[in-house]
């Protein structure tokens, strides 16, 4: 390193002594040497002192300390995960149809968004990601939950399976064909706050709703959906012994929806299966999660039939889809707004309940339209110019 300049010229007071070599110094052309000023007039040059010792050793403390902290901010583990934008992948070209399906081609693309999760966040890290607009910091508690990191991962892959298998029926019955069956709607948990927590248990299995008889999970949501908070229903009821009984609740409200009936159940479906008339695979690689729903589903359908689902140009999706074909939230939409913002799309499809977060990262750059449901995907793909509208059945 160099050292620090302590003089920018030297005394020439006699007997002062030199700064560099210790003698007196030497006037110039023989001058007297009491103004630092020689007979011809020049002046001295300037010179510098070495570095002492003392001030190598604070130059080295320093150096010292900046690696130091340089190591211990690069070290240091925060309880954090941030979120940053991800990518947007087109779907279409990870669809393949098999058997005697038809697969036709495109110019338009179905793009789906993804996230990049980091859990392994630095203070480094951190302070970068706290400056970084486009990214957001959260407690690693509120993300993976109780789950470890290899959890968490199998979880999410877990997510990933099911949303694709729900995308591909969704599609095929937009398109007429009939292919999840089941034996009743397989109740999977129970909220303790509502009425039905007195009359229902887990494993057992609700077979109808007053007099509509139940084969899926998704035909029990349906049939509450159509009811008000306050209202009493009949459930007949299965027990894992194979028993059979009737109960009568009183129906309570969504906490998440003012008005919306709510029974209080997770369901699933009892001996679900799936007929498909033809094979379809997604490939989706590492991605994990249920956020792709709706673009999976959008995919299939745009592989499936003839002309342009888009309209010939790129579209944005996020959103999870179930069997009822309604699209909910998925977080990080800003997120997401940052990924498409490096696309070539200027639509992007986001769940209705999310339509705010999205147009404010968005700004007029983008549109943005908020679904709830496959409906209204294929509502706007119809208003952007594509042929969502037109779409017939194929069974």
């Known amino acids: 390193m160099k050292g620090r300049m302590l003089d920018t010229t030297t005394s020439t007071v006699p007997g002062s002594g030199s700064p560099l070599s210790g003698d007196e110094p030497t006037p110039a052309d023989g001058g007297s040497g009491d103004g630092g000023v020689g007979a011809s007039g020049g002046v001295d040059e300037p010179r510098f002192r070495r570095p002492r010792a003392r001030t190598w050793w604070i130059l080295g403390a320093l150096v010292g300390l900046a690696v130091v902290v340089g190591v211990v901010v690069n070290i240091i583990q925060l309880d954090k995960v941030t979120l940053s934008p991800g990518a947007a992948r087109p779907v279409e070209d990870l669809v393949t149809v098999t058997g005697e399906g038809e697969a036709f081609e495109s110019e338009g693309e179905v793009l789906f968004t993804t996230v990049s999760l980091d859990d392994h966040v630095t203070l480094w890290e951190g302070f970068v990601a706290w400056l970084d607009d486009d990214v957001e910091i959260f407690d690693k508690a509120d993300i993976l939950g109780d789950r470890d990191e290899e959890e968490s991962r199998q979880f999410n892959q877990e997510l990933m399976e099911d949303s694709k298998t729900t995308a591909v029926r969704v599609a095929l019955e937009e398109l007429g064909y009939d292919v999840a ?39 029990l949501v349906a049939e509450v959906r159509e009811r008000a908070p306050g209202d ?50 997604i490939d989706s690689g590492e991605v994990g999660g249920p956020s792709a729903g709706l673009a999976f589903t959008l995919a299939v359908l745009d592989v499936l039939t003839p002309g342009e689902l888009t309209g010939g140009v790129p579209v944005a999706t996020t959103g999870t889809i179930n069997g009822l074909g309604e699209v909910g939230p998925v977080g990080g939409v800003a997120q997401k707004v940052a990924a498409v913002r490096g696309t070539d799309a200027t639509l992007f499809l986001v769940p209705e309940s999310e339509l705010a977060e999205a147009q404010a990262a968005a700004g007029d750059d983008l549109d943005v339209v908020g679904v709830a449901d496959l409906e209204d995907a294929l509502t706007a793909l119809a208003a952007h110019g594509g042929n969502a509208g037109e779409l017939q059945p194929l069974a």
């Open 181 to 219: 069956s089941g034996s009743g709607a397989l109740v999977a948990g129970i909220d303790g706050d509502q009425p039905v927590a007195e009359v229902l248990e887990s494993g057992e299995t609700v077979v109808a709703l007053d007099d509509e008889t139940l084969e899926l999970g998704d035909d």
């Open 232 to 281: 009493d229903v009949t459930l007949t009821i299965e027990a894992e012994d194979g028993d059979s009984r009737t109960e009568t609740v009183e129906l309570g409200e969504r906490p998440d929806l003012d008005g919306a009936a709510y029974l209080g159940i997770g369901v699933g479906t009892r001996d679900l299966e799936y007929d498909l008339p033809f094979g379809i695979q």
